[in-house]
């Protein structure tokens, strides 16, 4: 990651956190009993990024956890353990997002699973990583060791 992705990223996270803490800051004027739901938010999404920096593939994390703040990319955890070419995955999240307009989901399994609504761009992903594919949806699985 260079210097201007690096404060692209720091960017993103402050605008996102004064974002919560103008969130906050509403709730405990307006509901007050809201703000344990709010916490409990933003407390699993914390735990979320946690778990995602644990499986040890930086750069796919920072991808994610970027566009996750941006509200471009949902992801799920399903292990406790990956082993990909983290470059690899990273450089075929940012070129997707960079390409595609629809909803996208990444699920962390035995490898990677990237559901993408929408038309998704040829040079992307290879067709050995398509798992099932029809006119709304695309499912990509990048396994493990690749």
């Known amino acids: 990651m260079d210097s201007e992705q690096t404060l692209e990223l720091l960017s993103t996270v402050r605008h996102e956190w004064m974002n919560r803490l103008q969130l906050i800051s509403l709730y405990a004027a307006l509901d ?49 353990q990956l082993a990909l070419d983290d470059a690899r995955v990273a450089e075929m999240l940012v070129r997707l997002l960079k390409d595609t307009d629809g909803p996208i989901h990444v699920t962390f399994t035995d490898g990677l699973m990237v559901r993408v609504t929408g038309e998704v761009p040829e040079d992307v992903f290879t067709s050995a990583d398509v798992y099932e594919q029809n006119v709304e949806m695309t499912t990509f699985h990048i396994k493990e060791g690749k």
């Open 32 to 80: 007050p009993t809201k703000l344990e739901e709010l916490y409990e938010r933003y407390r699993k999404q914390a735990d979320e990024e946690s778990a995602l920096v644990r499986l040890n593939v930086p750069q796919t994390s920072l991808v994610v956890i970027q566009a996750n703040w941006e509200g471009r990319m949902t992801y799920t955890i399903s292990t406790d």
